[in-house]
C-alpha cells in the first residue's frame, strides 16, 4: 500500500513567488496535516483538515493557505515567498481527527527560497 | 518558553552503551505523549507512545512525569541502526496538533 506522498520533492522559488505543494493522504485516511521544518528544528504545525474543513491552524501568516479535497487530498499554498520560508514541509495522515498521536507522514517538499 | 525543550545533543556514543534522553513541556493540560524517530534527511516516525506508567518495547524504555512535566527515553544496548534524531513530541487539546522539540541528535559509533 502507498503511504503519503508529497509533490514536487525539491523546488526553488525566488522572494515574491507563490507555491502549492500537494500531498495524498494514505488510502482511507480522512485527516491532513502540514508541518514546516526548518533545517536543525523539529517540526512546527500549520494545519489540519479533516472531512475537508480545517480543524486547526498554527502560529503562520494568512500567506499560509490549504485545502482539502472531496478524495482527502491537500494543497498547501504559500504567496509572496520570503527567505524564511526555506524549509522541509512535510504533510500527515491519520485515520481520524482526534489524536492518539500516529501521524504518517510523507517524505516532504523541500522548499529552497532565493 | 518553549512548549517541548530537548537537549539537541549530538550525544555519541559507543555501541552497546544506554543512553538516556530527557524533555521537559510547558502546558500542564498536555495529554498525550511521543517519541519520534527522524532519520537524516527523512520524514519522522512514531517510534513509541509514552504512559505514566511506563512503557517498553524491546531495547527503548519510556516514561513520564506529569507531576514534573518531564518525559524520558533510554536506549538500552544501542546498535548503529538507532543513530537518528529523535522528536519529542505532545499532544495538546482536540485534533491532531502536535507539538514537537527541537530533537537530540544520537551517533552511535563503533
Known amino acids: 500500500d502507498a503511504g503519503v506522498t508529497q509533490s514536487p520533492t525539491h523546488l526553488i522559488k525566488t522572494r515574491g513567488q507563490h507555491v502549492t505543494l500537494r500531498c495524498s493522504p494514505i488510502?482511507?485516511?480522512?485527516?491532513v496535516s502540514w508541518y514546516q521544518q526548518v533545517l536543525g528544528q523539529g517540526p512546527q504545525f500549520i494545519f489540519q483538515y479533516y472531512e475537508k474543513e480545517e480543524r486547526g491552524r498554527g502560529n503562520f501568516p494568512d500567506r499560509f493557505s490549504a485545502r482539502q479535497f472531496p478524495n482527502y487530498s491537500s494543497e498547501l499554498n504559500v504567496n509572496a515567498l520570503l527567505l524564511g520560508d526555506s524549509a522541509l514541509y512535510l504533510c500527515a495522515s491519520s485515520l481520524g481527527n482526534t489524536g492518539d498521536g500516529e501521524l504518517f507522514f510523507g517524505e516532504g517538499s523541500r522548499l529552497t527560497v532565493l | 518558553r518553549k512548549e517541548v525543550e530537548q537537549d539537541p545533543g549530538p550525544f555519541n556514543v559507543p555501541e552497546g552503551a544506554t543512553v538516556a534522553f530527557n524533555c521537559t513541556y510547558s502546558?500542564?493540560?498536555?495529554?498525550?505523549f511521543f517519541w519520534y524517530r527522524q532519520d537524516c534527511r527523512k520524514e519522522p516516525k512514531l517510534l513509541m507512545s509514552v504512559y505514566s506508567s511506563g512503557n517498553e518495547d524491546g531495547r527503548f524504555t519510556a516514561q513520564l512525569n506529569r507531576a514534573s512535566q518531564y518525559i524520558s527515553l533510554l536506549i538500552r544496548d544501542s546498535k548503529l541502526s538507532d543513530s537518528a534524531t529523535y522528536l519529542c513530541?505532545?499532544?495538546?487539546?482536540?485534533?491532531?496538533?502536535?507539538?514537537f522539540g527541537t530533537g537530540t541528535q544520537l551517533k552511535v559509533e563503533l
Open positions: 513530541v505532545i499532544l495538546t487539546g482536540g485534533g491532531n496538533k502536535l507539538t
Open positions: 488510502s482511507g485516511h480522512k485527516s
Open positions: 502546558n500542564s493540560a498536555s495529554q498525550s
